[in-house]
């Protein structure tokens, strides 16, 4: 399984990028998929996740009204669409996703396949 994460880069605080996570080689469709991010010197924080079935989504408080999720099933991608960045947005943001339920959809330790990360830097 391999999940490829893209779309990083060096922004403006106040401006957006639309993060990719595609993912390969699974035996059937994620049934979750979530984005963290860690920042330096601090731990791996939930930023958002997405249920393949139905797309019922999940935000961390700090990004709610700012950043988007959500999901192409044709291609196995899921999208994160970050606006109005500031600098605390500056993270390796990782993307994950398991093929079973999880009972806890904000905890990294229960999703089973990561992305390499992709470096988002906020200067203001």
């Known amino acids: 399984v391999q999940l490829q994460a893209s779309g990083g880069g060096v922004v403006q605080a106040g401006d957006s990028l639309r993060l990719s996570c595609a993912a390969s080689?699974?035996?059937?469709?994620?049934?979750?998929t979530g984005w963290f991010r860690q920042a330096p010197g601090k731990e791996r924080e939930f930023v958002a996740a997405?249920?393949?079935?139905?797309?019922?989504?999940f935000y961390t408080d700090s990004v709610k009204g700012r950043f988007t999720i959500s999901r192409d099933n044709a291609k196995n991608t899921v999208f994160l669409q970050m606006s109005s960045l500031n600098a605390e947005d500056t993270a390796i943001y990782y993307c994950?996703?398991?093929?079973?339920?999880?009972?806890?959809?904000?905890?990294?330790?229960?999703?089973?396949?990561w992305g390499q990360g992709t470096l988002v830097t906020v200067s203001s």
């Open positions: 994950a996703t398991s093929e079973k339920v999880l009972s806890s959809i904000r905890n990294a330790r229960e999703y089973d396949f």
């Open positions: 080689g699974l035996t059937n469709r994620p049934t979750q």
């Open positions: 997405i249920r393949w079935n139905g797309g019922h989504t």
